[in-house]
């Protein structure tokens, strides 16, 4: 697998005030934030990386108003109908948003579904994407399995993604590097970056 820049691109998922924060809606319903500030060097490293090569930023950053909540995703837990409803609770969170190409709003987990996500990566014949941010099990997991069965290649970095616990966080790794593209720690995509040459991995066990 050859990274090729121009059809490449690095999306950093739900890296916000509600997610990271200890002010934050998780946080405020019990979540252990800690494991989501980890990832931050490991994701500027990477954004700095697609920056300086030319690869496409592109942020998702997760919106709710009344008007997008069903009931049924209201039902999903304590405070979530507060999550990411707020200006600041919406904003990222220690990241910079003018180091994005791109700003993705999505109102569900999966940042494909009602976005033009997939629009703006075939305008641009971007082929490969690579992951960051929060949830790995949750809005991560969720994106990119969608992208692998669009036929994009995908590459999960697993020191720039986390979750609230780590059980999660190494279950969804090894669902996805056995189904659903490759995961690589940061030092290793920024490593293929500057030579354009994703390293051999080893084969995913068939199902």
Request: aromatic share 8%.
């Amino acid at each position: 697998m050859t990274l090729k820049p121009k059809s490449a691109a690095l999306i950093i998922i739900d890296v916000q005030n509600d997610y990271c924060s200890k002010e934050g809606v998780m946080a405020q319903a019990g979540k252990d934030v800690s494991l989501v500030n980890r990832i931050l060097p490991a994701i500027h490293t990477a954004i700095d990386a697609a920056a300086a090569k030319g690869l496409t930023i592109i942020f998702v950053q997760t919106t709710h108003d009344p008007f997008t909540t069903s009931s049924t995703w209201a039902g999903r837990g304590r405070n979530i109908e507060q999550l990411c409803s707020t200006h600041w609770g919406k904003d990222f969170y220690n990241i910079d948003k003018e180091k994005a190409d791109v700003i993705i709003k999505k109102n569900r987990y999966d940042a494909f579904i009602e976005t033009n996500l997939d629009l703006i990566l075939r305008s641009q014949n971007i082929e490969e994407l690579a992951f960051a941010g929060c949830t790995t099990n949750v809005c991560v997991e969720s994106t990119v399995r969608h992208g692998f069965m669009l036929n994009y290649e995908t590459i999960t970095l697993s020191d720039a993604v986390a979750s609230y616990t780590i059980s999660e966080h190494d279950h969804a790794l090894f669902n996805l590097n056995q189904y659903f593209g490759k995961v690589m720690t940061t030092e290793e995509y920024t490593a293929s970056v500057v030579n354009e040459v994703i390293p051999t991995l080893p084969e995913r066990r068939k199902s």
